[in-house]
């Protein structure tokens, strides 16, 4: 992998003060841009500059998000987003308005990938005031209270504190004393942080809004679509999802779930009874060990295409993994993009399950995404909108399926992981609906009490759920399980791309299904544009449609249960 050659920022830099960062900020701010060729230089300069900052603080994040009880990496991030980044705000406000007031920015418009990057910095300078600075300083270093929350939560099982990642593998066995037992812990763990939640939330939303009415909106809603550039839909798009997924998605769940009941003799399901096989199966367990699962991960990309298992093996060189899970860690799993290496790294919670198959093969796909736009000329061409980034992580997940033997030795463990993905694909969708409508009511009601949010979530779980889970006893459980989403949290707003980038997915296995070696092509093609297009083409170059229409999602969800039905014959 090469790694970028500075040509601005000195190589030996130490971000160790705001003022060793200062000296560039100053160079650009005071140089002359008296060409097109000048302007194009200093993109490239602070194009440069951007990504060595992004990757300083990325692997600060790394780092405390690996061990999170690591004093000298949490501060390590918080002097970061408290001290370097509040001071950046308004040189980056002032860098932008030289940028739109240089004459010649408007011959690079002509150039589409130029002018995606200018509406960008346009909208930046409309939403930028001072006064959000210390607010924003804030959030960032207030939401880091979530991950210490969930990381460190834990249960007791057979004498040994496991993870809640490894207490769910539990809710997998047939034993359903012990099922029971487990999530009775889990629930009693968690429910003792819904208090301190409650309260790290309302300060969240209390915060927000004052950022975005010191910006000029309502809410904060408004303010974060723009702050997001979402150009190329609306809040009325979304929720016109929410409404195709409860009409066209939640009766598919309903049906997966009542050929479920069916198969385990019930009429409805207890809460610690979603998560097993139906037929008495044990639990898949297609890896033992972190490094097992890559090695399987890697042979797979290998039959997509060579070059994508090559990407997973130079990340594998460079220590670019830490993938199973263990006390300290954050919870979940991420690509970090490295804007100035090109590599990413991958984090992950990986327990042996196949869900972790999954999330290996999706973040695989966020890594290609990374390769594959290294070479783009500024930073802000490879810093995508999560509607595309989502689209390269879970068109991966489908499009390996057919390759999964090399996790799997026997064809009914691959026919069922299969089926596991293709379910979890659809039953994912409403879930996704749900948190999306759930954040337009809380910031469009951003003075609402805990307890109206509790009656909100409540009717939601009435729309987008099947009725077919019966929560008696754990009502409380049921009410607090929002608080299970991180990104309410720390990336507000973010998620209801992965509904649309699952959409896109399922066309693009779809597709696969006609002609597999030119969906991979036009699927390579369209990681490789970044966002040097708009979102609607960048979905065209991979072959599908950027839709949300009750027809569009009613034609998709016939195909996956067609697919589901093929491998029940």
Request: proline content about 3%; aromatic content about 12%.
């Amino acid at each position: 992998m090469n790694k970028y050659r500075r040509s601005f920022v000195d190589e030996q830099l130490v971000i160790d003060s705001f003022e060793s960062v200062e000296k560039y900020l100053t160079l650009l701010l005071d140089r002359n841009l008296d060409s097109p060729e000048a302007l194009r230089k200093w993109l490239k300069d602070k194009s440069e500059l951007e990504a060595v900052l992004e990757e300083d603080m990325a692997w600060r994040y790394i780092r405390m998000s690996i061990d999170t009880a690591n004093e000298e990496f949490q501060k390590a991030y918080t002097f970061f987003v408290t001290e370097i980044q509040p001071k950046l705000a308004p040189i980056d406000d002032a860098l932008n308005k030289k940028f739109i007031a240089c004459p010649f920015h408007t011959e690079l418009e002509k150039e589409e990938a130029f002018a995606i990057h200018i509406r960008s910095v346009k909208s930046q300078l409309e939403l930028y005031r001072e006064e959000n600075i210390s607010i924003q300083a804030f959030l960032a270093e207030k939401t880091q209270e979530f991950g210490a929350l969930s990381g460190a939560q834990s249960i007791e099982h057979d004498g040994e504190s496991i993870t809640m990642q490894k207490a769910g593998l539990y809710l997998k066995e047939q034993d359903e004393s012990l099922r029971k037992s487990v999530f009775e812990k889990m629930a009693a763990r968690r429910s003792s942080d819904i208090a301190d939640l409650d309260t790290l939330f309302d300060t969240l939303i209390q915060k927000r809004t004052e950022l975005a009415k010191n910006a000029g909106f309502d809410n904060y809603r408004d303010y974060k679509f723009k702050e997001m550039g979402r150009f190329d839909y609306t809040k009325e798009s979304c929720f016109e999802f929410h409404d195709s997924v409860e009409k066209h998605i939640v009766p598919l769940v309903k049906k997966i779930q009542q050929e479920r009941l069916a198969k385990m003799n019930k009429e409805i399901f207890r809460p610690w009874d979603t998560a097993v096989n139906a037929e008495g199966k044990a639990p898949l367990k297609p890896f033992e060990t972190g490094q097992e699962m890559l090695d399987g991960t890697i042979a797979v990309f290998e039959k997509i295409n060579p070059e994508f298992s090559g990407f997973l093996k130079t990340m594998e060189e460079m220590k670019h993994f830490d993938l199973e899970s263990k006390p300290g860690k954050a919870p979940g799993g991420y690509n970090y993009p490295l804007y100035e290496t090109g590599a990413p790294f991958i984090f992950m919670n990986a327990v042996g399950s196949q869900g972790d198959i999954s999330t290996m093969i999706h973040e695989g796909g966020h890594a290609i995404h990374s390769f594959l736009t290294h070479e783009l000329e500024l930073t802000a061409f490879k810093s995508f909108p999560s509607e595309i980034a989502e689209l390269a992580s879970m068109s991966m997940e489908l499009l390996t399926m057919e390759h999964w033997d090399e996790f799997y030795d026997k064809a009914d463990d691959l026919n069922r992981a299969k089926k596991e993905q293709l379910q979890g694909t659809i039953t994912i969708l409403p879930w996704i609906a749900q948190i999306d409508a759930f954040q337009h009511w809380i910031y469009e009601n951003h003075n609402h009490t805990a307890a109206e949010r509790t009656t909100y979530w409540m009717e939601l779980n009435k729309r987008f759920g099947t009725g077919l889970v019966d929560w008696t006893g754990y009502e409380e459980t049921l009410a607090s399980s929002w608080q299970r989403q991180m990104h309410l949290f720390e990336v507000p707003f973010y998620y209801i791309e992965y509904g649309i980038a699952q959409l896109g997915a399922i066309g693009v296995w779809k597709n696969s299904k006609t002609n597999f070696k030119e969906s991979i092509e036009n699927y390579r093609s369209a990681l490789s544009l970044g966002y040097t297009k708009s979102m609607p083409e960048v979905y065209a170059r991979a072959g599908i449609d950027f839709k949300f229409s009750g027809d569009h999602i009613c034609t998709l969800a016939n195909f996956i249960e067609l697919e589901l039905e093929k491998l029940d014959t």
